[in-house]
């Protein structure tokens, strides 16, 4: 199935942890926010969020700087 992943339309069959494990090969990497269709996620969901054809996801990185 196609996801839209922060921008880009990615093939991906499984739940949020499956894509974060394919794309960042960490299913629950540190400083990272995920939401899917404009609804936040929360980190313990992960695992049993499946993804859905269409669904649109955003991965946010937090960065520190000054």
Known sequence: MTLTVNGEAVAHDGTVADLLAARLL???????????????????????????????????TAVAGG
């Open 26 to 60: 960490d299913p629950r990497p540190p400083g990272i926010a995920v939401a899917v269709n404009d609804a936040v996620v929360l980190r313990d969901d992960w695992p049993r969020r499946r993804l859905a054809e269409g669904d649109v996801v955003e991965i946010v």
